[in-house]
């Protein structure tokens, strides 16, 4: 059975927005953390963002502060990514991940116990 299935992907200029969705198959339990990965050709898997289901509280990397935004959906089981200010180096697979017994915040996908199977985000100049 698929646990989470990603979409909103696509093909977006430079400075264009986007917004992905992961949706999950039954309730997210309020110890998971949501999150948002992707991965580049040839690079390895990048922490994007993630949420503390409980919470609410985020957590984003570096190279994405200010342009992107997590947003959940208790009601929906549901996990958004908000996208603006697009980048070429934006360009990858995004994955949505599922860390189910969250202690607290994590960039290291090994520590996420369900995965999607991507959507892919091309930002072209």
């Known amino acids: 059975q698929v646990r989470l299935v990603e979409s909103g992907g696509g093909l977006v200029r430079v400075g264009g927005s986007l917004r992905l969705s992961c949706a999950a198959s039954?309730?997210?339990?309020?110890?998971?953390?949501m999150g948002w990965f992707r991965q580049a050709p040839g690079k390895e898997r990048e922490f994007v963002a993630s949420?503390?289901?409980?919470?609410?509280?985020?957590y984003y990397g570096d190279s994405v502060k200010g342009r992107f935004t997590i947003i959940k959906d208790s009601g929906k089981n549901t996990v958004y990514l908000e996208m603006n200010s697009l980048k070429p180096e934006d360009t990858a697979i995004y994955y949505c991940?599922?860390?189910?017994?969250?202690?607290?915040?994590?960039?290291?996908?090994?520590?996420?116990?369900?995965w999607g199977q991507g959507t892919q985000v091309t930002v072209s100049s």
């Open positions: 991940g599922e860390d189910r017994y969250a202690s607290g915040f994590s960039a290291q996908a090994s520590d996420y116990d369900y």
């Open positions: 949420v503390r289901w409980s919470t609410g509280r985020t």
């Open positions: 039954s309730r997210i339990y309020s110890s998971t953390a």
